[in-house]
């Protein structure tokens, strides 16, 4: 179901996933776009993955899609054109790396652990190999 123009306002540093098929060419607006409030029951079902360089919808606003895709299909830079990042979540952006790195360092230096964490594009990654490759995700 598409949101309101105030609607996405309020949501706007939230993820942007299209509500509906949606066609090469159109610029995005808010009819275009899911309430993010479905998202958790959607991914736990597994009816849709969110992946990490999945855009904010403040940044998709205005922007062009460049290939038709499906409905609940996450908006990433590689599917528009005009995408904007607001330069203060680039600067968040900046230390989130530098944690990630800290992070794996403290892993590799504990080599009886078999896991990798990490924290990328407002999720909490975890991964565990001994256990058959156990992947856990959280969104932060």
């Not at 610029?27 to 993010?36: F, G, H, V």
């Not at 607001?86 to 009886?112: D, G, L, R």
């Amino acid at each position: 179901m598409s949101m309101s123009a105030e609607h996405a306002a309020e949501l706007k540093n939230e993820l942007a996933v299209v509500c509906c098929r949606t066609e090469e060419g159109t610029i995005i607006s808010a009819d275009n776009l899911e309430d993010p409030a479905i998202f958790p029951d959607m991914v736990d079902a597994g009816l849709m993955a969110i992946p990490a360089d999945c855009l904010k919808i403040g940044e998709v606003l205005g922007a062009k899609l460049l290939k038709t895709i499906d409905s609940l299909t996450p908006l990433t830079p590689d599917l528009l054109e005009g995408a904007a990042k607001a330069e203060a979540e680039v600067k968040e952006e900046e230390p989130a790396a530098a944690e990630v790195a800290e992070v794996e360092s403290e892993v590799e230096a504990e080599p009886e652990m078999d896991a990798v964490v990490v924290c990328e594009g407002g999720i909490l990654r975890i991964k565990i190999e001994e256990g058959k490759g156990i992947d856990i995700e959280f969104p932060l």
